[in-house]
């Protein structure tokens, strides 16, 4: 059977971390292929012909009405039966920073409580405007939930990586909703305090700015669906590929290891897919 | 079906743990700029639709569209002010905010995007507006005054709506904004057969900036008989121009478009010296030929000047172009929206170099008032607060929603920019150097018959004069037309689509739309194939009813010309509408020697290519230099220099920008790796942006930037060197490859010609002449060729005796090679026991430094004159930065930064600060100055860096030559501590440097 894992990274209206998402993608052994949304929608491409869908960053369709809304609504209403398909497929699917936003939106994020139920594109939480009212660039510290079914985050503890967004804050309605993502371990990765010792740091209280840096409920930065193949956060992973894209490398002793912390997410999908084969 | 309005209203809901930011921050930002606390704010967004749907069809869909179903309440032909689940007590005052007809409204066309995948039948358009509800205001607050601070009048309406006429029902509504209706006029004759008077009236009242020599060789065109015959046959005016013509002149004669006082001739006179001579453009002699020679000496200057921007070879597969620009004069009017268009149109620039290039990396640098401005400000004038919120925020949109980061600028202020403030847009492009088909890509090559297409916006009444308004004074009466605000996600999807067309070879020429619209455009590319016919009925319009000369020199935005072989027309226009961008194709190339403009079958212009663009005629100026004479600045005695320290840590030019910088985006792309904060919080100073573009390869990319105008107070030539200098040194600090560096020179100047409104016009002439000498002596000696460039020369407000000129002020950027990004380095102390060395000699060179102004805003002292940084020795210079950038590239030096502002105390604090950590340092023997002048003094050519102990020796061997001194070492402490021999001269905590540094610039009016 072939080893071939093919990638699809949407680009279109706004998307702008397309080629750095590919790029990765490529890094760890997929073949990425930059599909532009009308392709898919105008029927010249299929996401069928795909083993992985990425949704990146960006400003898709200048996140006017609020951050990933109108791509969302292109997924969900012009991609409505091809998306469901490859969910029910089993396929792996990663949003982020605008991706992310954008399968929110669109529904599949977090999805129905019960991993058996079909994909139903009913929104149950959003991303909004962060506490201080700025897009802001800064480096942030994310845990991971070691129990998660997240088949992305298999296995990675704490990495650091930037956050890029004026959007961020993950909201629900009510605290059972969060306890019920929380208790199937589907809150995936949070913003933690840098100092708590690796595998300690994820707490449900409000971490200060800028540790938190959007004043997330329960500091979560990506959260996955009952599956563990639907996978998002606002964190870009992509963007710490390599050791020099650190900003202290300078004082870090690097010899020849200069793989960056965020790779490891991309190659758990790729793995992920040659297993099931 | 019947066309309808229906509005929607959105508000964030207040149930638990959902809140309304946008009104927070507006209570912040009225907090931080103006020290008034208005109070809870609460924000509605109005959205009107005008379709052939109505309320109760788009009802159901409010949420799918316009609200969020978790986070907002929306709903339709409601007024959610008035609605008491929302608003239980009427807010005290309500602000509604709305655009005027015909300014671009984003949000409403991502609105109508979103609309129209539900509602798809029929033509829609969206309006939106924006309520601020002030629940309770303090009593006495000025509505007008605070109305005014939420929107500008030259582009946007409001309307206030108090809680009295909310509880008596008295409340109005925004309405779509309606365009007056407007009938196409027939092209006009004008008649130039008149008196001289006349000429400049005609020239004064139409805008067209134009001077008397200039109007009179426009008329004498006519007067031939040869124009005459051919015009007769091309079916035009024989004997006059049509309006059409003489806009289309104007637009590509004017001092934006073709640099008129850098191509004049110049009488100079130096009064120090007895020089007198004449120069024969300052352009050719000291920026082009400099760089020409140097093209000689190097094989990676691929293409110079002559395009959109300066492309360089970087490797074998791949070459990097960069421009900067400015948008000043729009900035000033329309702080938000004239910084977008500077920085998405500079973007298209590069777009527009050779055959597309991608832009991957903005920089930013912005010249402003005071932000704690307190004294006199003319009534038309922005607070500089509102010119730096509005001018950030316009650029931060443009970069972040165009995915190119931000990675290298600076914030500069003074009082002389609160009459027109800079604000300058520089992009870096990367593109293959060869194409599948193998065609270079930096080489336009299109032929006749190569079809023209109009890609991306449409044409409107906006942007009309923005060449010729440019090249004007800013006065009261400035038009709003000149105004425009970007649509990046318009652009961006224009950029995705040309760059898909560039690698399927689709293109053979193509350039921007920028100054002079359609007219500049493809009358420049018309110059390769010696003609051109266009059909402007063809063009795509915002309104109808533009006459043709606005349809040629509008300058609506996001719009590039493109030239298509015609085998590759369906092609194109296929990618086209699969990236939804419209492509039109608007003129056919041609070789007949004619710009050929028809609106249908009419002919409306007809100007031979050689008048259009060599017919201006040379200026004539004269230059005097006499040396200012400033008031010695003389150092106190007994000032405590650690309160000094504190002090100029948060003086607006030295204090930190992060709050401000961090909401750019400067990591979009995956590829920096300088940023701009380093250090151990991440926010100590970045020297130079370092990327490394190909994603996986390590091979570097500096950008780095100088910029120094106090020093013109005493000498523009010196301003001029320090620049550069300072450009060199940031890119130095992370190790750029001395051997391959290239540099933008963007000159801003008050006008320089002499005349009843500028008296004063021979002096400042003459501080040109010497800036541009200087740039030729410092280029040529750093071998730095200039690749591209730019002069905004009417940087003035108002009318003399009160007319307020900026300095005269050069930016130079600087684009280089990295050998590999692994080993460079950044300005934070690492670690305890590293040496601390100071590369470069410091002299008694305080004049016009920052430290001079300061003491004299403060009170201490009456004079800033004196010796300002000399460069005497650039090439030894050189040699010492080879050696030092060898040294990082290396792996032996991991520390380094650049003395600028404020000297080597500041140096040294923001090293400190950035690592968190102590210093301990003696500056004893690094220079001949008293000690005032040795922690202050701005002498240029100086670099701090600090080694390990272990790398020491070899480091010290490796600078062989170079004037090197050891001055202290990284203590464990978290003090700097500076000693002078026996004598301590400054103790400091470094969190409390820290605390100064940051908070001066902050100005988010905290969270919470």
């Known amino acids: 059977m072939s080893q071939d894992v093919k990638v699809c990274v949407l680009f279109g209206f706004g998307i702008n971390c397309d080629r750095e998402t590919a790029a ?139 956050v890029r967004h004026g959007e961020g804050r993950y909201v629900m309605p009510t605290e059972q909703d969060l306890d019920n993502l929380q208790s199937s371990h589907l809150l995936a990765v949070r913003y933690v305090d840098p100092t708590t010792p690796v595998g300690e740091g994820i707490q449900d209280e409000l971490l200060p700015f800028p540790m938190s840096p959007n004043g997330s409920m329960r500091n979560i930065a990506g959260i996955c669906d009952s599956t563990g193949l639907v996978f998002g956060l606002m964190p870009h992973p992509e963007a710490f590929y390599s050791m020099w894209l650190h900003p202290e490398h300078t004082s870090m002793d690097l010899d020849d290891d200069w793989e960056g912390e965020g790779l490891q997410i991309f190659r758990n999908a790729v793995e992920y897919v040659r297993s099931q084969r | 079906m019947s066309v309808q309005d229906v509005r929607v209203e959105v508000t964030p809901l207040q149930t638990e743990g959902m809140r309304d930011v946008l009104g927070d921050v507006v209570q912040r930002q009225l907090f931080a700029d103006h020290g008034i606390d208005v109070g809870k704010v609460r924000s509605i967004r109005g959205y009107l639709i005008r379709s052939t749907y109505s309320a109760s069809e788009i009802e159901p869909h409010v949420q799918d569209i316009f609200s969020d179903p978790i986070i907002e309440f929306g709903a339709t032909n409601t007024s959610l002010l008035e609605d008491q689940n929302f608003f239980p007590i009427p807010p005290s005052l309500t602000v509604t905010v709305g655009f005027k007809p015909g300014v671009t409204d984003n949000p409403g066309a991502a609105a109508n995007d979103g609309f129209k995948v539900l509602f798809p039948e029929g033509e829609s358009t969206i309006s939106t507006y924006i309520s601020y509800a002030f629940l309770e205001l303090p009593d006495g607050t000025d509505h007008t005054w605070l109305a005014s601070t939420l929107f500008n009048g030259l582009i946007e309406k409001s309307i206030l709506t108090t809680k009295e006429q909310l509880e008596t029902n008295q409340a109005t509504h925004l309405t779509f904004p309606e365009r007056p209706t407007i009938v196409r006029q027939a092209p006009a004759i004008i008649n130039l057969e008149v008196a001289d008077e006349e000429l400049v009236r005609l020239s004064n009242e139409g805008l067209l900036a134009l001077n008397l020599n200039e109007m009179q060789t426009i008329r004498d065109h006519y007067r031939d008989e040869a124009t005459r015959t051919a015009r007769t046959n091309a079916g035009i005016s024989p004997d006059a121009p049509t309006d059409v013509e003489l806009e289309c002149l104007a637009q590509t004669w004017s001092e934006h478009c073709k640099h008129k006082i850098f191509a004049s001739k110049i009488h100079h006179v130096d009064t120090e010296t007895n020089e007198d001579t004449t120069i024969d453009s300052l352009f050719k002699t000291h920026i082009m030929k400099p760089t020409h020679d140097m093209a000689k000496e190097v094989d990676w200057l691929l293409s110079v000047f002559h395009d959109n921007s300066g492309v360089i070879a970087w490797n074998d597969d791949w070459s990097i172009c960069m421009k900067a620009e400015t948008h000043n004069s729009p900035s000033a009017l329309d702080p938000y929206g004239g910084a977008m268009t500077g920085i998405v149109g500079v973007n298209r620039d590069i777009l527009g170099t050779g055959l597309g290039a991608r832009p991957i990396a903005n920089t930013d640098v912005f010249c402003f008032g005071p932000p704690d401005w307190t004294g006199e400000l003319p009534s038309t004038l922005f607070h500089p607060s509102r010119v730096l919120r509005g001018v950030h925020a316009g650029v931060r949109v443009g970069g972040n929603e165009s995915g190119i980061p931000t990675i290298n600028g600076s914030i500069v202020f003074d009082e002389r920019y609160i009459g027109k403030p800079l604000v300058y847009c520089g992009t870096v492009g990367l593109m293959p150097r060869r194409l599948a088909d193998g065609r270079e890509s930096h080489e336009k090559n299109p ?562």
């Open chain 1, 24 to 162: 990765v993608f490529e890094m760890v052994g997929g073949i990425s292929e930059r599909i532009h949304v009308n392709r898919l929608v105008q029927g010249e491409r299929s996401l069928s012909e795909f083993d992985i869908l990425a949704v990146p960053g960006g400003f898709s369709f200048g996140d006017h009405l609020g951050s990933g809304r109108l791509l969302g609504n292109r997924l969900r209403f012009a991609l409505r039966e091809q998306l469901q398909q490859f969910v029910t497929d089993g396929k792996p699917i990663i949003g982020i920073c605008n991706g992310f936003q954008a399968l929110v939106k669109t529904g599949l994020l977090p999805g129905p409580a019960d991993a058996s139920l079909e994909p139903d594109l009913v929104q149950r939480a959003s991303l909004t405007l962060n506490n201080t009212g700025r897009y802001e660039d800064r480096w942030v510290t994310l845990e991971f939930d070691s129990e998660s079914p997240c088949i992305w985050t298999k296995g990675i503890q704490r990495i650091e990586c930037p």
């Open chain 2, 447 to 1008: 032929t006749p018959g190569d079809l023209v297409y109009m890609v991306g916006g449409r044409v409107g009444s906006d942007g009309i004069h923005g060449a010729t308004f440019s090249s004007l004074e800013l006065t009261d009466e400035s038009p709003s037309s000149a105004v425009q605000i970007g649509d990046p996600i318009t652009q961006k999807k224009m950029m995705d689509m040309l760059l898909e067309a560039r690698d399927a070879c689709l293109i053979t020429c193509t350039t921007d739309n920028g100054a002079g619209g359609l007219s500049s455009s493809i009358g420049e590319m018309a110059e390769y194939t010696n003609g051109c016919e266009i059909d402007l009925g063809k063009v795509p319009l915002k309104q109808q009813g533009l006459s043709s000369w606005e349809i040629l020199v509008s300058e609506s935005q996001e719009r590039m010309t493109v030239a298509v072989s015609p085998k590759d027309k369906d092609a194109f226009e296929a990618l086209a509408n699969l990236h939804e961008v419209e492509a039109t194709q608007v003129a056919t190339f041609t070789d007949t020697g004619y710009f050929h403009v028809k609106h249908g079958e009419e002919t409306v212009a007809y100007l031979p290519i050689t008048f259009l663009h060599d017919g201006v005629p040379q200026l004539e100026l004269e230059s005097e230099w006499i040396p200012p004479q400033h008031e010695l600045f003389i150092a106190p005695t007994g000032l405590d220099q650690s309160k000094l320290l504190m002090e100029m840590l948060a003086r607006p030019n030295i204090a930190s920008k992060e709050t401000w910088v961090r909401q750019y985006d400067h990591e979009v792309i995956a590829q920096t790796v300088v940023k701009p904060f380093v250090g151990v919080e991440r926010d100590g100073p970045g020297d130079a942006g370092l990327i490394a573009p190909i994603h996986g390869d390590s091979q570097g990319l500096v950008i780095s930037c100088g910029i120094a105008p106090r020093y013109s107070d005493i000498d523009a030539g010196a301003m001029v060197a320090a620049s550069i200098d300072e450009a060199v040194r940031n890119a130095v600090c992370v190790g750029v490859d001395i051997d391959k560096m290239a540099g933008l020179d963007n000159f801003c100047w008050p006008d320089p010609i002499e005349s009843e409104k500028t008296p004063d016009g021979k002096f400042k002439l003459a501080q040109l002449v010497r800036a541009n000498r200087e740039l030729e002596r410092v280029c040529r000696a750093y071998r730095l060729p200039c690749v591209s460039g730019k002069d905004s020369m009417k940087n003035d407000y108002g009318v003399w005796p009160n007319k307020i000129s900026i300095p005269p002020t050069m930016l130079f950027s600087l684009f280089g090679n990295q050998p590999d990004v692994r080993k460079t380095a950044t300005s934070n102390f690492k670690h305890h026991g590293e040496r601390i060395y100071l590369v470069g000699t410091t002299y008694d060179e305080l004049g016009a430094s920052e430290v001079a102004f300061h003491l004299r805003e403060r009170g201490e002292v009456s004079g800033i004159g004196g010796q300002v940084p000399l460069l005497e020795n650039p090439e030894g210079q050189l040699e010492v930065y080879r050696k030092l950038s060898t040294a990082i590239q290396s792996g032996l030096i991991r520390t380094a930064h650049d003395c600028s502002e404020g000297g080597l105390a500041i140096a040294l604090a923001e090293m400190c600060i950035g690592g968190r950590c102590g210093a301990f340092i003696d500056i004893d023997g690094i220079g001949p100055g008293d000690a005032f002048s040795r922690l202050w003094s701005e002498s240029l050519g100086r670099i701090v860096v600090s080694v390990e102990a272990e790398h020491e020796v070899a480091f010290v061997e490796m600078m062989e030559g170079a004037d090197l001194h050891l001055i202290g070492m990284v203590s464990a402490s978290s003090e700097l501590l500076i000693e002078d021999g026996y004598d301590t001269l400054i103790q400091a905590d470094v969190e409390q440097l820290t605390e100064s540094w940051k908070g001066a610039l902050d100005m988010t009016g905290a969270i919470e």
